[in-house]
């Protein structure tokens, strides 16, 4: 036996999702949803064999996949179903698609190419079509919808402004959205929830999180502050959107409390666990082994 076989008898059989139960880290559901920005196929690749367990939905942002060369959006469409996880179109492309009278084609275009949900919205952009007639011409081409709240110049919500959301969200819903998107744009500056110092308004953030639940309401953190502001005060079940995809593993250590800034914050720190018992047979701690 070498010396090497000696020294870790048990290679192979120690596993980080054995050793996060260990020290009190729940197991998660997926609740980020990273966005391509417009990154080539295969750095799109690589980062859903890192996080495709992590993601929620990816969003294949803006309109950059419809200037990309076709077969390389295709590409990233195609692994990211080879990686079990759903896509959803930006509601730039949606908003304009409606300005231009050309809907239909657009949700022609995006059933083709094989996302899962197109988002809509009225971001920049004024909408004469109800809810429920987006809806009934996305489903017969099989994409599912969401819907995103928000303008995205009219600056920080006001209290009025919080009330018309909640029941244009309603709206959707009852039209049959999925869920509804909470808007804060690049900078999370001037914007949707936060101020021009892009603090978080936790009241208002509250009252779409009570009416609609985490399942349903996703709230936009395109930078750190905002996503470590709504992580710490809603804790690790919100769910955040526009997240950059380098950006994802931050986010997710931040969630389950092995961030250094998480780790001080009761609703994000692990559970602390019960002390193993030690062997009277060995010196050596006996922790129990599970296949991943």
Known sequence: M?????????????????????????????????????????TLESHLEQSAHLMSILKI??????VAKESATRRKVAAAKKHRVPTVTGGGPFEVAVAQGH????????????????????????????????????????????FELGKKHDGAFTDDGVTQLIEQGQRWLDAGALQLVVEARESAKEVGLFDDSGNLNRA??????????????????????????????????VHLCNVRLEEILRVEIYRRGLHSDAFLHDNLRPVAPKPARRSTESLEWRMPLYAE
């Open 2 to 42: 070498s010396k090497e076989t000696t020294k870790h008898p048990l290679r192979g059989h120690h596993h980080t999702s054995d050793y996060l139960r260990m020290i009190g880290v729940p197991e998660i559901l997926p609740a980020t949803s990273p966005f391509d920005p417009g990154y080539d196929p295969a």
């Open 61 to 66: 942002s803006m309109a950059c996949w419809m």
């Open 103 to 146: 809907l239909p084609a657009y949700l022609d275009l995006c059933a083709d190419i094989g996302v899962t949900r197109i988002e809509c919205g009225e971001g920049f952009t004024e909408m004469n079509l109800k809810a429920a007639d987006v809806i009934r011409m996305a489903t017969s081409r099989g994409l599912d919808v969401q």
């Open 204 to 237: 208002y953030a509250d009252r779409f999180a009570k009416t609609f639940g985490f399942h349903t309401v996703v709230f936009e953190a395109p930078n750190k502050p905002s996503q470590f502001a709504l992580l710490n005060h809603f804790g690790r079940e």
